[in-house]
């Protein structure tokens, strides 16, 4: 069983920055690569970035190009999401998720480990 515990998130304004953090446990070692998604109130769950455990792999939605890095801690297990210039349209829950495929995907079915999610609030 594999366990992903999400934090790092709040209440900022726009403009400001904020760092997600995803503890991956248990039998982790099997995923091959970690995604952020988010989903705002009414709207169904998006892609955000995703990342291979080696680093070597990266991808990102367009609307967070430019703002949003990801990037993954092999010793700690742990991977991040690096969040600047934050907007309203930021304001989601973000969840962390684990997939064993063997290639990098953006879409949420792909995945099959789900973190509880944090919120994060940007306000204008």
């Known amino acids: 069983q594999v366990q992903l515990v999400e934090s790092g998130g709040g209440l900022v304004q726009t403009g400001d920055s904020l760092r997600l953090s995803c503890a991956a446990s248990?039998?982790?070692?099997?995923?091959?690569?970690m995604g952020w998604f988010r989903q705002a109130q009414g709207k169904e769950r998006e892609f955000v970035a995703a990342?291979?455990?080696?680093?070597?792999?990266?991808r990102y939605a367009d609307s967070v190009k430019g703002r949003f890095t990801i990037s993954s801690d092999n010793a700690r297990n742990t991977v991040y999401l690096q969040m600047n210039s934050l907007k309203p349209e930021d304001t989601a829950v973000y969840y962390c998720?684990?997939?064993?495929?063997?290639?990098?995907?953006?879409?949420?079915?792909?995945?099959?480990?789900w973190g509880q999610g944090t919120q994060v609030t940007v306000s204008s």
């Open positions: 248990g039998r982790s070692f099997s995923s091959r690569f």
């Open positions: 998720a684990a997939d064993r495929g063997r290639i990098l995907q953006t879409t949420r079915v792909a995945y099959d480990y």
């Open positions: 990342i291979s455990w080696s680093g070597d792999a990266t």
